[in-house]
């Protein structure tokens, strides 16, 4: 168990599975630098930015619910959880002040563009899911994604493989903040559209990348004169 201090923020995790070294550089030097795709991510998130809530039918809809988890010391901010009747056994779903009955929640996170590859949103959400089971002791199988493009929702089950996934990366941020190094670069496709790629230079500070051979290679190539000038 975490205590409140140790908490660490649930969207470092997909940066963290999206590219250890933005993570790096991001949470640990504090590098950030917006381009067009984060700044439409922003603009998408403004809608539920103010904390709220309101009825669709018979969903109540909470916005931007504040969370947390001991277990995993993970903090954070669910743009929407709403909140179903629930059908099921006392464990899928939670009592509501005010309200009568049980009531299963079901996270809903808003993104820009379109589905990613890999897992890096599908981490976040799961994190979001296991601080509401931990907060509201209940079992949350599924959740949920709109992306503004093609602006249609994309659920997500957390199954047994992705909750041990999301359990594991947020033990490896942990280790990662506290040694406080940040992972050398690693050029990839996706470096192209990364908010900080001038800030991480990933072509001319890779792994194979150094300062003492680049010398040595313009020494041997003639370029490189030690003599002072007449």
């Known amino acids: 168990m975490f205590s409140e201090d140790e908490l660490l923020p649930i969207s470092a995790l997909q940066h963290l599975e999206f590219c250890p070294r933005q993570w790096a550089l991001m949470y640990l030097e504090n590098v950030w630098d917006e381009n067009e795709l984060t700044a439409q991510g922003r603009i998408l998130h403004e809608s539920t930015d103010q904390p709220s809530h309101k009825w669709q039918g018979d969903v109540l809809v909470a916005r931007s619910v504040r969370l947390r988890s001991l277990r995993l010391?993970?903090?954070?901010?669910?743009?929407?959880?709403?909140?179903?009747?629930?059908?099921?056994?006392?464990?899928?779903?939670?009592?509501?002040?005010?309200?009568?009955?049980?009531?299963?929640?079901?996270?809903?996170?808003?993104?820009?563009?379109?589905?990613?590859?890999?897992?890096?949103?599908?981490?976040?959400?799961?994190?979001?899911?296991?601080?509401?089971?931990?907060?509201?002791?209940?079992?949350?199988?599924?959740?949920a994604f709109f992306y503004g493009q093609p602006r249609r929702r994309y659920e997500v089950t957390f199954d047994s493989s992705l909750c041990r996934k999301t359990e594991t990366l947020s033990s490896r941020l942990h280790q990662l903040t506290s040694t406080g190094e940040t992972p050398p670069a690693c050029y990839t496709r996706r470096c192209r559209s990364c908010s900080i790629y001038d800030w991480c230079r990933p072509k001319s500070v890779g792994r194979r990348k150094s300062a003492r051979r680049y010398l040595e290679r313009i020494y041997h190539s003639g370029e490189f004169n030690m003599e002072p000038e007449s």
């Open 73 to 143: 010391g993970l903090t954070g901010i669910a743009d929407v959880v709403e909140f179903h009747p629930a059908t099921g056994t006392m464990d899928q779903g939670t009592t509501l002040p005010g309200l009568d009955g049980l009531w299963s929640p079901y996270p809903v996170e808003y993104k820009r563009g379109r589905p990613k590859l890999g897992l890096c949103d599908e981490v976040q959400l799961c994190a979001q899911a296991l601080c509401l089971e931990e907060m509201l002791s209940v079992t949350i199988s599924s959740g």
